[in-house]
Every structure is written in C-alpha cells, then in structure tokens.
C-alpha cells in the first residue's frame, strides 16, 4: 500500500464523507415530516455526490496513491454510515435526522476546512482551489441543516404547549 500524506488522508476522509452524507441526505429525507424539506435534502445530496465527483476527479491525477486513498475513503464511509445507523436507530421523527445531519454536516465543513489549510501551506493549489469551493458548499449546508433543525423543534414545541 502507498504511503499516504497527512493530505491525502484527508482527501480520503472527505471523499467518504461525502458518500456518506447522499445516504444520510436519503434516509433523513425518509423520515415523518422531512417532505417539507424535500428540495434542501436532494439539493444536498446532488451537491455531495457533485462533491464526490470532483474529489475523485482530483484523486484520479495523484499516481500512486488512488487505490490506497480510495480504500480509505471506502473505510471513512463505513465509519459514517455505522454512526448514523447507531444515532437514527428507532427514530423517525425528522428532527432527529436532522440533528444527526447538524453533527454530519458540521464535521464534513471541518474536514474541509482542515484539506484547506493543510492544502495552502503545503502549496497543493488544485486542492486547494477544491476545498475552497467544498468549503462554500458546507457552509451552506450547515446552515440549511441549521435551519430545518430549529423550525421543527419550534413546531415540536408549538404541539407540546397544545397538549
């Protein structure tokens, strides 16, 4: 097996992530009332797959090291879709997923954040250049995960104080 940079580790990381999260954008969008988030939840899981697509792109010019980050990325994947079997198991209110997505979404933005600096110090700008967009995507997601979050706890509170 390649020996793999801490970068590269990172590349692996968030292309599993990224994976990991269109599974995660499905089975929230699954769940009692998360219809009315429809179109955020295919809007993040199409921008995660478009994440995975640049990411693999971007690993399928590192000779060398593209079977050995994509094991990895495999693993990560596995790693977060058992987390989020373990957190979702037995609910089904959309408020816990998205709860489980505020936690996913947020430390996909820090894994990006992190191949971006490592990234710009290490003068890998085609990487780079990706985070910098990933970033802006987590950021957005967070903020819709965010969002959602807080308008169905308000409507989970607005029925208990009707009971």
Request: hydrophobic residues 45%.
């Amino acid at each position: 097996m390649a020996d793999l940079t801490p970068l590269d580790e990172k590349l692996a990381e968030v292309l599993g992530l990224a994976q990991a999260a269109q599974l995660a954008t499905g089975r929230v969008a699954a769940m009692e009332g998360a219809d009315q988030f429809a179109d955020e939840l295919e809007r993040m899981r199409s921008e995660a797959q478009e994440t995975e697509r640049r990411t693999d792109a971007l690993i399928d010019g590192l000779d060398g090291k593209k079977t050995a980050i994509r094991d990895k990325a495999r693993e990560t994947k596995g790693e977060a879709t058992e987390m989020m079997r373990t957190y979702l198991e037995g609910e089904q209110e959309a408020l816990d997923g998205f709860e489980f997505l505020s936690m996913a979404e947020a430390g996909e933005l820090c894994h990006w954040e992190i191949v971006e600096t490592i990234a710009g110090r290490a003068g890998a700008a085609e990487v780079a250049e990706l985070a910098r967009w990933a970033v802006g995507v987590q950021r957005s997601h967070v903020e819709t995960v965010r969002r959602a979050s807080l308008g169905l706890a308000a409507e989970e509170a607005k029925e208990m104080a009707a009971a």
